[in-house]
């Protein structure tokens, strides 16, 4: 639905809703209520959020930090491990007891939580306090459901995802140095433990020329850095009648001249040389790649679907370290999949000390309901697990820590992106490998990309001063 067909909606409701329409100022509906938003979860989910955010300035709603003065909750969910599930059921408490002080409180839950049946039912059966429930497929429903809200808990979920819907620049951006450019949305690679491709959907890739309008918006008001967003980016196209592949969108996002352009996340299966090519060859393409490798054992990989065996990875990394200069490569990992044993365990070892990944995300294996995965034999015991998972963090700590040991000295291009949040006199940014360097700079550079020379190296970040010319 459009932005006018979301004021329709709101118009129906004409009672509760007073409504100015001219010259696309859809507003105020709904003129100084408070929106507070938490966010579970990817990059996707962050997206969405600042989306969300978009709609509801828009109706008029003032986004507050504040929880206990808000009028609206939103809960944007993840579905990916059980933790984010417990965390979640955990804050609606407090939203409980903050609606029992104001009743006209509204709690709205989205995301990928919502579109899984078995929560849907738990919110039916013991949440009658959450108001509103919407999906990842229908976020631009938003101002119909707040419009007729009718007095009890209304769930309105799709299991089908729907077209892409553009939207015409309705997101509130986090950031006006760095932004969010979804390039697709779902995922058709059903790895069998990832409940994605059953909360987002199958895949569907955004028009190029869709992409493009936007970049180059996000050029005009000044962005330097844009990062495409995708379960699987280097997917891109492959669901379009236009045949176009995601090297070719890379070059072409590229030719926008935005000064830098990052992508998540790659699956290895779609790594193409040509992609490799478009990156080696372009510099506002940053050397940097997250390429989740999940284990190390050929057995496991093939009980995931991953499609790749561990020597087909290993070509591929030292490939791309061949062909990018000064390219740092990150993964994900999992431990403890069902069937894992000592042996598998020791492989991932193994490839996580080859490949001397600059870092990783680390995580034990979480059954998801509906997944091929849940339904597999799974006999290693919790503790066993969890202790894979601290030997596994020790190999990937002393290589994260040793490839910023190498960047001591050195001088990067770091663009300045936000004062630092655990020393407010300094401020941070990211280098063209995606470190994380602070330094004492002013504000002003914030936006920036300038020369720093780097003189201390943490375990997960740098320190650095600007560089004297
Ligand atoms: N259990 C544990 N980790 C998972 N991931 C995805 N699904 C699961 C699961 N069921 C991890 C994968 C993926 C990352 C985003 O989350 O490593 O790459
Ligand atoms: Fe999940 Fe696999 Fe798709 Fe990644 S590629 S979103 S792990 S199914």
Redesign the pocket.
């Known amino acids: 639905m459009n932005l006018p067909n979301m004021l329709d909606a709101a118009k129906r409701n004409k009672d509760k809703v007073e409504y100015i329409y001219e010259n696309r100022d859809y507003n105020k509906i709904y003129d100084n209520k408070k929106y507070f938003i938490r966010t579970y979860g990817c990059q996707m989910n962050v997206h969405d959020s600042e989306e969300i955010s978009g709609i509801l300035d828009n109706l008029g709603y003032i986004k507050t930090d504040i929880f206990a003065e808000s009028d609206l909750i939103i809960l944007n969910t993840c579905a990916i491990r059980e933790n984010v599930h417990d965390k979640v059921f955990g804050f609606l408490g407090r939203c409980k007891h903050l609606k029992k002080k104001n009743p006209d409180l509204q709690i709205a839950l989205c995301g990928c939580m919502a579109q899984e049946e078995v929560v849907v039912q738990e919110i039916k059966a013991k949440y009658p306090y959450i108001d509103l429930v919407f999906g990842t497929h229908n976020i631009n429903e938003l101002p119909k459901m707040l419009a007729e809200y009718p007095g009890h808990q209304n769930i309105n979920v799709y299991s089908k995802e729907g077209n892409v819907i553009e939207f015409d620049n309705v997101y509130k951006r986090d950031s006006n140095v760095t932004a969010w450019v979804n390039i697709m949305y779902g995922?058709d690679?059903?790895?069998t433990?990832?409940i994605?491709?059953y909360t987002r959907g199958k895949q569907r890739s955004r028009k190029q020329e869709d992409i493009l309008k936007e970049v180059n918006d996000l050029v005009k008001r000044g962005y330097k850095e844009i990062t495409l967003l995708g379960?699987?980016v280097n997917a891109y196209g492959k669901d379009l009648e236009e045949k176009v592949g995601f090297s070719s969108l890379l070059e072409k996002v590229s030719k926008t001249g935005i000064p830098r352009i990052r992508f998540v996340?790659s699956?290895p299966w779609d790594f193409t040389d040509e992609m490799i090519e478009v990156i080696a060859k372009y510099d506002n393409i940053m050397p940097y790649i997250h390429l989740?490798v999940q284990s190390g054992s050929n057995k496991i990989l093939k009980l995931m679907n991953r499609n790749y065996s561990k020597e087909d990875y290993l070509i591929l990394f030292n490939k791309i370290k061949n062909k990018i200069k000064n390219v740092s490569i990150t993964t994900d990992i999992i431990v403890g999949f069902p069937g894992e044993t000592e042996e598998d365990f020791l492989e991932t070892l193994e490839i996580a000390e080859a490949c001397k990944f600059a870092g990783a995300f680390t995580f034990v294996f979480s059954a998801r309901s509906g997944t091929p995965a849940s339904k597999m034999k799974d006999e290693t015991l919790k503790s066993e697990k969890d202790d894979r998972l601290q030997r596994l963090n020790k190999v990937i700590n002393k290589y994260s820590k040793e490839s910023n040991l190498e960047m001591l000295g050195t001088t990067q291009k770091v663009l300045i992106t936000r004062i630092s949040e655990k020393d407010d006199s300094k401020v941070c940014g990211y280098t063209e490998n995606m470190k994380l360097v602070n330094l004492i700079a002013p504000i002003s550079a914030i936006g920036k990309i300038i020369d720093v020379q780097i003189t201390g190296a943490k375990s997960f970040s740098l320190d650095g001063e600007i560089k004297k010319c």
């Open positions: 995922c690679k059903f790895c433990y990832c994605v491709p379960q699987n996340t699956h989740p």
